[in-house]
């Protein structure tokens, strides 16, 4: 009777004893699979259409996902505010940081701040100094660049053409990227800048500074615009004047419903794609949030879009 009872309890406890470790193995597992990830979303600014449909894409892409949760924050132009956003974003304990930085140098101290505290980082569009983040996803500004200037070169064949270059934010590594580009590509050339101006990305900043550059010169061929509002902003300056008609115009960023819709309506004559990322980010974070290594940097494409393949999808740039 003694024997058949410690059997018994043995028994017991062993059934016991597997139970718990198979709900313990289920509980962790469960936990695994259905954990809830917070991705912080730090933008620059909402004040270009373009940031605008980065923070559409990165939704759009995230709601796919029944585990991650996207938190937003704009920064309205203002790199201290940004920064404070980002220090926020890490007392929070986010999983992940998605960063578009308004600039490179005062980013770059809170974003290695988060990598300090464990955070991934992606840096989206706009560089920081160095190389502590987790990974940069961007188009590359400098051949962007080049490849307009190139464009302005043959499209005047060899012959003189004065422009006004409406620069993007030059304390930007995109502006930058994209003003040094144009100028290697024009250099030897007859393309002459005669008027250069820091916009800061706006519209109504490009259209103030056109209407100085018409009252300034008789003579301008063609307006650079560092992105398509800037363009677009020079083309009303230019339309106001009654001198649209001798003036050309590019842009780049080419959203389907601005830069390309402005060369369809013939208001830009050539516009280059600035993709925005926003969905190859969240593809990336959930990599990143899974445990697999990713690379450092991801390099977009572009295409060009001007008035003779804008109806067949532009071409992609080499």
């Known amino acids: 009777?003694?024997?058949?009872?410690?059997?018994?309890?043995?028994?017991?406890?062993?059934?016991?004893?597997?139970?718990?470790?198979?709900?313990?193995?289920?509980?962790?597992?469960?936990?695994?699979?259905?954990?809830?990830?917070?991705?912080?979303?730090?933008?620059?600014?909402?004040?270009?259409?373009?940031?605008?449909?980065?923070?559409?894409?990165?939704?759009?892409?995230?709601?796919?996902?029944?585990?991650?949760?996207?938190?937003?924050?704009?920064?309205?132009?203002?790199?201290?505010?940004?920064?404070?956003?980002?220090?926020?974003?890490v007392s929070a304990e986010v999983d992940l940081l998605i960063i578009s930085p308004k600039e490179a140098q005062p980013l770059t101290g809170p974003v290695s701040a988060a990598m300090a505290a464990g955070i991934p980082v992606i840096v989206l569009d706009r560089a920081v100094i160095g190389d502590d983040y987790t990974q940069f996803i961007g188009a590359d500004n400098v051949i962007i660049g080049k490849a307009a200037g190139e464009w302005v070169v043959e499209t005047f064949g060899g012959k003189g053409a004065k422009v006004v270059e409406l620069m993007g934010l030059q304390t930007s590594p995109p502006?930058?990227?994209?003003?040094?580009?144009?100028?290697?590509?024009?250099?030897?050339?007859?393309?002459?800048?005669?008027?250069?101006?820091?916009?800061k990305w706006l519209?109504?900043?490009?259209?103030?500074?056109?209407?100085?550059?018409?009252?300034?010169?008789?003579?301008?061929?063609?307006?650079?615009g560092h992105n398509d509002p800037a363009a677009h902003g020079a083309y009303l300056a230019a339309k106001a004047a009654g001198r649209e008609g001798d003036i050309q115009f590019i842009g780049i960023d080419a959203l389907p419903h601005e830069g390309v819709a402005y060369v369809k309506d013939g208001i830009l004559n050539a516009t280059f794609q600035y993709p925005t990322g926003g969905n190859i980010a969240i593809q990336q974070a959930l990599k990143i949030l899974a445990g697999e290594t990713v690379e450092k940097n991801i390099t977009l494409g572009s295409r060009l879009f001007t008035t003779d393949n804008v109806d067949t999808g532009g071409v992609e740039l080499k």
């Open 203 to 224: 519209e109504p900043n490009a259209r103030k500074e056109m209407e100085s550059a018409l009252s300034r010169f008789d003579d301008i061929d063609l307006v650079y």
């Open 175 to 199: 502006g930058q990227d994209r003003h040094n580009g144009f100028r290697e590509a024009i250099k030897g050339s007859d393309v002459e800048v005669i008027f250069e101006a820091d916009v």
């Open 1 to 89: 009777m003694r024997k058949s009872r410690i059997v018994t309890v043995f028994m017991l406890i062993s059934i016991m004893f597997t139970s718990l470790l198979f709900a313990n193995g289920q509980s962790e597992e469960s936990t695994t699979a259905d954990k809830l990830f917070t991705i912080g979303m730090s933008q620059c600014n909402l004040g270009e259409p373009w940031r605008v449909q980065m923070n559409a894409d990165v939704k759009s892409e995230a709601d796919k996902y029944d585990n991650i949760k996207v938190i937003y924050k704009d920064a309205q132009n203002d790199t201290l505010k940004q920064r404070s956003h980002v220090e926020e974003f």
